[in-house]
């Protein structure tokens, strides 16, 4: 079997761009943000970010967008390869972005939020935006693999 893959530059990029949107609209400031940031336990007149490099956050937080969506773009031309498919639907790639979130994202990060004594809500939280990033990531992927 051919196991060739290749990076579809043009998906991958809009790919990030759309979970990069997507997620900033879930933790923005009427959506799970406040939500998100009283069950870290943080006080209210605290801002985020304060003492950090915000420009350098954003920049490394599209680094690993942009890891993600090569690596799913992979999966999913796997996944044609694999199944002898012709296409991937939207759907299909919307459900491989939300299995290789829950797999390798949720689980792991579930890990690092009960040992650091942050519990259930903000994992669940947290994983929310991951899940929803991938899912739209896969979806977009769909067309360009």
């Known amino acids: 079997?051919?196991?060739t893959v290749f990076v579809p530059w043009f998906g991958v990029w809009l790919a990030v761009i759309v979970a990069f949107f997507a997620n900033y609209l879930y933790f923005?400031?009427?959506t799970m943000f406040p939500v998100w940031w009283?069950?870290?336990?943080?006080?209210?007149?605290?801002?985020?970010?304060?003492?950090?490099n915000m420009p350098l956050v954003f920049l490394l937080m599209v680094v690993a967008l942009f890891v993600q969506a090569i690596t799913l773009s992979w999966v999913l031309q796997a996944t044609l390869?694999?199944?002898?498919?012709?296409?991937?639907s939207l759907l299909t790639g919307a459900l491989v972005g939300l299995g290789i979130g829950v797999a390798f994202a949720a689980m792991t990060s579930f890990g690092h939020?009960?040992?650091a004594g942050q519990g259930f809500k903000v994992w669940l939280i947290e994983?929310?935006?991951d899940l929803l990033g991938l899912v739209l990531m896969g979806a977009v992927l769909s067309i360009y693999v």
Do not use: N, S, V, W
């Open 81 to 88: 390869k694999l199944y002898d498919l012709k296409d991937i």
């Open 127 to 129: 994983i929310g935006g």
């Open 38 to 52: 009283r069950a870290m336990g943080k006080p209210t007149d605290e801002k985020p970010g304060q003492g950090q």
């Open 1 to 3: 079997m051919d196991l």
């Open 113 to 115: 939020r009960m040992f």
């Open 28 to 30: 923005g400031p009427k």
